[in-house]
């Protein structure tokens, strides 16, 4: 979020994504056009220079065969987004699901692809070419395998954008479900208790019994101190990730036990099947976490301050509402942008939500999710965005990662308790805004959540706990002051933060001070 900017920079995005310029946004077409899709290893290539040279890959500024070669290698699945003809005032109306204008040009944009791949495929239906449905953002999920589709989708004046949904690099071979191994490659290690934590180093014991991380310290962010004024009642925050595990009783039946009261929690889904050229296929997903990464980011942010001995949350108090959009943190496949999409409309459809938080991204953009970012930030929502953490395939690739650089978002990474250097696999850059003490330089412990079962904590770093804590704190101020904007709300936490009066090109604001952000009026 560039809040001295943000109103002007924000006008300027969306009438430039709403007017067509194709000299401006399309690489030169070769001449004569390729017939054969580019490879996996040069797409990837093509997407990893792009990332090294400028830190990013925009799929409107590839060229209409780049495009078509992401799809065939992998799941067919474009996403196209689409506007009037005429009339558009540089922004996505409330209501374009209903609007006449917006439904018509829905109709024609969706006409025209069939009519295209019908040329190649005369026994194409529309059941068959939408891959998934959306009611809401004025966007269709299409199944393309013509490069002359791209092509005139890219030559009318009713589109606005068309990406292939299921392509990053290094992605697995499976579009349909990553395994084992890729889940685990890409930020899922199941969450399961930490052994040998110490007592009074490693964590403090409060007086009902739970466990403090020893990153709520009072020196790192005034967290404890913080609680004396607030602890995040009559807030909700929303997190999108891979769900809360059903096994987890603090965050189910005894979500509301000792200080903790007088609070709900929701687990949804949002994740879509997968399809097959249209075609749904297995099994309705459920909110149930797969990964472990859901879980402890809900623990990190707002788990019970209870009497069964686990640790608690950043806002213990505040309501919570977990979704699962995705297989892992990693955003590589179709259903995962559509389900991460869908999430952010949810949320921007709930007045009741006030905080997104999200610890999961991707290396190259995606305009639909960014039309649904821009969809709940125009309803009010703080949106917390994860600044990167590192696999060891993609170190040292970009800074901030998508979509934690857009304006809309606040980017927040990690970093150690020397207070100046970043955690090992965290990603930092001039788009951070907030740093959240995550990792100890003597013994890399990482901060206390929640496991998948059990009291027992478990441990999790990176820019994702950093995120869901930052979430947690914004929780805290919000609940003290509930009658603020979210501008003022972050007007409180930058003048509550170590680099206030100079931001860091790394760190940004840097660390909040959340008990002087719930005790100290910001002019």
Same mark, same amino acid.
């Given at each position: 979020m560039r809040t001295p900017t943000l109103s002007a920079a924000l006008a300027v995005l969306l009438?430039?994504?709403?007017?067509?310029?194709?000299?401006?946004?399309?690489?030169?077409?070769?001449?004569?056009?390729?017939?054969?899709?580019?490879?996996?290893?040069?797409?990837?290539?093509?997407?990893?220079?792009?990332? &090294?040279?400028?830190? &990013?890959?925009?799929?409107?500024?590839?060229?209409?065969?780049?495009?078509?070669?992401?799809?065939?290698?992998?799941?067919?699945?474009?996403?196209?987004?689409?506007?009037?003809?005429?009339?558009?005032?540089?922004?996505?109306?409330?209501?374009?699901?209903?609007?006449?204008?917006?439904?018509?040009?829905?109709?024609?944009?969706?006409?025209?692809?069939?009519?295209?791949?019908?040329?190649?495929?005369?026994?194409?239906?529309?059941?068959?070419?939408?891959?998934?449905?959306?009611?809401?953002?004025?966007?269709?999920?299409?199944?393309?395998?013509?490069?002359?589709?791209?092509?005139?989708?890219?030559?009318?004046?009713?589109?606005?954008?068309?990406?292939?949904?299921?392509?990053?690099?290094? &992605?697995?071979?499976?579009?349909?479900?990553?395994?084992?191994?890729?889940?685990?490659?890409?930020?899922?290690d199941n969450n399961t208790a930490t052994p040998n934590l110490v007592a009074g180093s490693d964590y403090t014991v409060l007086p009902n019994g739970s466990k403090s991380s020893w990153n709520q310290a009072d020196v790192y962010h005034g967290m404890r101190a913080a609680w004396s004024q607030s602890t995040g009642q009559g807030v909700k925050v929303l997190i999108i990730d891979t769900g809360c595990s059903s096994g987890q009783e603090n965050l189910g039946s005894a979500f509301n036990q000792g200080l903790s009261s007088g609070r709900t929690i929701e687990r949804l889904v949002t994740l879509p099947r997968a399809t097959v050229f249209g075609i749904p296929y297995g099994a309705a997903e459920t909110p149930d976490d797969g990964c472990g990464h859901g879980t402890s980011m809900a623990g990190a942010c707002a788990a019970p301050r209870g009497t069964d001995g686990a640790s608690v949350g950043v806002a213990y108090n505040a309501s919570l509402i977990t979704v699962r959009a995705a297989e892992d943190v990693f955003l590589d496949g179709s259903r995962e942008v559509k389900g991460v999409s869908d999430a952010y409309?949810?949320?921007?459809?709930?007045?009741?939500? &006030?905080?997104?938080?999200?610890?999961?991204?991707?290396?190259?953009?995606?305009?639909?999710?960014?039309?649904?970012?821009?969809?709940?930030?125009?309803?009010?929502?703080?949106?917390?965005?994860?600044?990167?953490?590192?696999?060891?395939?993609?170190?040292?690739?970009?800074?901030?990662?998508?979509?934690?650089?857009?304006?809309?978002?606040?980017?927040?990474?990690?970093?150690?308790?020397?207070?100046?250097?970043?955690?090992?696999?965290?990603?930092?850059?001039?788009?951070?805004?907030?740093?959240?003490?995550?990792?100890?330089?003597?013994?890399?412990?990482?901060?206390?959540?929640?496991?998948?079962?059990?009291?027992?904590?478990?441990?999790?770093?990176g820019s994702s706990v950093a995120t869901a804590s930052m979430a947690g704190m914004a929780a805290l101020v919000w609940a003290r002051y509930p009658t603020e904007t979210r501008a003022q709300i972050m007007s409180r936490l930058v003048a509550a933060s170590s680099n206030r009066n100079a931001r860091s090109s790394s760190f940004g604001w840097g660390r909040v001070n959340v008990a002087a952000a719930v005790g100290t009026l910001v002019n």
């Open positions: 009438l430039a994504s709403c007017q067509h310029q194709p000299d401006e946004q399309l690489a030169p077409q070769p001449t004569p056009d390729p017939t054969e899709a580019l490879s996996t290893q040069q797409l990837d290539a093509q997407i990893m220079s792009d990332l &090294r040279e400028t830190g &990013r890959f925009d799929w409107n500024q590839a060229s209409a065969h780049v495009v078509w070669s992401a799809l065939t290698r992998s799941d067919y699945v474009l996403s196209v987004g689409y506007q009037p003809a005429a009339g558009c005032a540089g922004t996505i109306p409330a209501d374009a699901a209903s609007n006449p204008a917006w439904q018509q040009a829905r109709a024609q944009v969706l006409a025209l692809i069939l009519a295209e791949e019908q040329k190649a495929h005369p026994d194409l239906t529309l059941e068959k070419l939408v891959a998934y449905q959306e009611n809401v953002l004025p966007v269709l999920d299409v199944t393309v395998r013509e490069l002359s589709t791209i092509k005139a989708l890219r030559a009318s004046r009713l589109v606005r954008y068309a990406e292939p949904m299921g392509y990053e690099p290094n &992605r697995p071979a499976s579009t349909a479900s990553k395994g084992t191994a890729g889940l685990t490659s890409s930020g899922c409309v949810l949320a921007g459809n709930r007045a009741d939500v &006030r905080i997104i938080s999200m610890s999961m991204g991707r290396l190259t953009s995606s305009s639909q999710m960014t039309d649904a970012i821009r969809y709940a930030y125009n309803r009010g929502k703080l949106i917390f965005c994860a600044a990167g953490t590192s696999f060891d395939w993609s170190a040292g690739l970009v800074s901030v990662i998508y979509p934690a650089t857009l304006p809309e978002a606040v980017a927040v990474t990690g970093v150690k308790d020397n207070l100046t250097t970043r955690c090992d696999e965290c990603h930092v850059g001039a788009d951070v805004e907030f740093a959240v003490v995550m990792q100890r330089t003597s013994n890399d412990l990482r901060a206390l959540s929640l496991a998948m079962t059990g009291d027992a904590p478990s441990t999790v770093g």
